[in-house]
DNA sequence: TTTGTTTTGTTAAACGATTAAGCAGTCTGT
DNA sequence: ACAGACTGCTTAATCGTTTAACAAAACAAA
């Protein structure tokens, strides 16, 4: 009961040719021809031999892995690790695995994974894609590797992508913002190319401007990753300052925002009252804030479960036209942003 | 550019046999006798042809296949997804990948995981073990695979293990809290015959013994994952009350500790005046709630790098003496245990 | 000129499965 | 009685590597 048992020790047990056991094990009785008693024999040796399949040997003959490659920025963000739960949970069903990687945003990071992933022979990736990592994704594509982009993509790339409605979700949140009667508004975003950003910081602005509010540059504070602290606690501190003295806040993430109300829980300013919030993502902070955080809550659980559909349906047909799904996010309202001045 | 190219086209596109093309590659020049302008040309051949070795190919010859099975009670717990994070990149640093999943606390789900990553063929197991998976966890000790248990562990099996010293951590928030001035102090814990879980009550209950505080059972609640919201709620309420009337609280894990706070925030009693509290672990909400946390820090950090570590030398060597790694958390102390009454 | 020793390769088996093709027997129908 | 179909099983190639064992040629030593 040590060393593992293989097809072929099933077949020396039994005095027959491997192929006999790999048919019945596979049952493929019929195709195969194999007769019911023996196929009954084999398989019952099987299982007294507790006979477990080699997995690497069938990947080799099949090329296939039964792996998914799983590339977010961090696995240990809330907001990804909850992807990853769903999607391991989704992926299971289907007989599939996770492998996983965090590529901090780096497209360094990126390439090197997808090269590791790659010689792993995984099935497709699933990848939040960083900044500068087009290339990375294209090259997949040429080699006919099926990838879903998640949360981010990239517009002149033809992919099978699943995002939230980034611009209807700002907009939304901005737009609530001003009904609650906050006038000035600043906007914390990272300070990146990629699309969900932009997305998010165009329906920013275009709710200003819907609402006759001249978007004022000043506004909006683009934080880098590098020195994330430090220019969120820069970004905030000059929002709050008299000369602009914004009234409310819309934050682009869940850490943008975790971070700046440390900042603000030091300013003296009162949430709602002196200031307006409301943030993307959800966070088991925002719970807990002296004034619960509203905030817009993207369905990861579709992300998810929509991520590993379309990499399996990619599986299946390598040259189908890649599908876009756009999911509509919902904005949570809660205390934070609860009206300012007379108007109740 | 499309097919990936394997040794043997590199084989053929030079003239040579498989077997140089494998000696030159794998550096083993010397070792094999490769003509040294031979191994330059296939070097240079390699390269230029974008040569990847076909990891499966390589793990099917020699049954290893770089890859550490990660199986915790759930990947979306931020505790669990830290760690992961550290094994990853410390796996990654080793030549290994993280395969993970989630098991629920449920030994079903645990033994149906464990089946799965053996069919794998993972090197390794680090695993943070569910109740009533002793079974599990000899089964793949006696299949000589090496296992690396996290969190929690098994006092009747030996194996590798790598664990915060729970007694220690929670006697001294226990005793910190008394030293505070609380004399009624409640715990909230898992119902579960896990050890870790049990060494936490332990330690809870010699710091109230060393400190001529006789335990009441009543004050110990034990909430199932089953009826988790439920039970956390039933136990708070009934601490609260004047019958028992606690002034203080130790939270048994950060999960318990959010939801209690839920609970006490809805109750009207102040922390830390009314009531004291310690949590075990560390959640982003303590630092938001209006009177921050004082909470047991585990290292994660330690944790994972140590596990990782067991694991490869276990990899390594399989039949050495297993090795435990018991390391001391730190209590950091915030305002929610400030002292009561009149001492400042 | 043998015999040995190096040097530089090649051959072929192996890892553990899958699967097309082949090969005896046994039936069936006419 | 004999072609053809069917049954039940085996052979052998294959996936992409690794590696022990062998071989051929060059060169040195006797």
């Given at each position: 009961m040590d060393k593992k048992v293989s097809l072929k020790d099933i077949a020396n047990h039994l005095g027959v040719s491997t192929a006999l056991v790999s048919y019945a094990l596979n049952h493929r009785d019929k195709e195969a021809r194999v007769g019911a008693d023996m196929a009954e024999k084999i398989r019952k040796a099987a299982a007294e031999l507790n006979y477990q399949p080699n997995v690497i040997a069938k990947s080799l003959k099949s090329g296939k892995t039964n792996t998914i490659g799983l590339i977010v920025?961090?696995?240990?963000?809330?907001?990804?690790?909850?992807?990853?739960?769903?999607?391991?949970?989704?992926?299971?069903?289907?007989?599939?695995?996770?492998?996983?990687?965090?590529?901090?945003?780096?497209?360094?990071?990126?390439?090197?994974?997808?090269?590791?992933?790659?010689?792993r022979q995984v099935d497709a990736f699933i990848i939040a894609p960083s900044e500068h990592t087009e290339k990375q994704i294209r090259n997949l594509q040429k080699r006919k590797v099926p990838v879903v982009l998640i949360d981010r993509y990239f517009p002149n790339i033809e992919t099978d992508f699943i995002q939230t409605n980034n611009f209807q979700a700002a907009y939304q949140a901005v737009d609530h913002l001003i009904k609650n009667r906050r006038e000035k508004i600043g906007m914390v975003a990272y300070d990146t190319g990629l699309l969900h950003m932009r997305e998010r910081i165009e329906g920013y602005k275009e709710a200003l401007k819907d609402n006759g509010i001249r978007f004022k540059s000043d506004w909006l504070r683009k934080v880098s990753y590098q020195h994330f602290t430090r220019d969120v606690e820069l970004g905030i501190k000059s929002l709050i300052e008299p000369t602009l003295r914004v009234d409310g806040f819309f934050f682009a993430t869940n850490t943008i925002a975790v971070e700046s109300l440390k900042i603000i829980n030091q300013s003296g300013f009162?949430?709602?009252?002196?200031?307006?919030?409301?943030?993307?993502?959800?966070?088991?902070?925002?719970?807990?804030?002296?004034?619960?955080?509203?905030?817009?809550?993207?369905?990861?659980?579709?992300?998810?479960?929509?991520?590993?559909?379309?990499?399996?349906?990619?599986?299946?047909d390598k040259t189908k036209k890649p599908t876009s799904v756009v999911i509509d996010a919902s904005l949570v309202v809660r205390s934070s942003s609860k009206g300012a001045g007379k108007k109740k």
């Open positions: 920025a961090d696995i240990s963000n809330p907001f990804f690790s909850n992807i990853a739960r769903i999607i391991e949970d989704e992926a299971r069903k289907h007989g599939y695995i996770v492998i996983f990687g965090s590529s901090d945003e780096s497209a360094e990071k990126s390439k090197l994974l997808i090269d590791v992933l790659l010689n009162k949430v709602p009252d002196d200031l307006a919030i409301v943030s993307f993502d959800e966070s088991i902070a925002f719970d807990f804030f002296y004034s619960p955080l509203t905030y817009i809550r993207q369905s990861v659980e579709e992300i998810g479960k929509e991520a590993v559909k379309l990499a399996l349906s990619r599986i299946a």
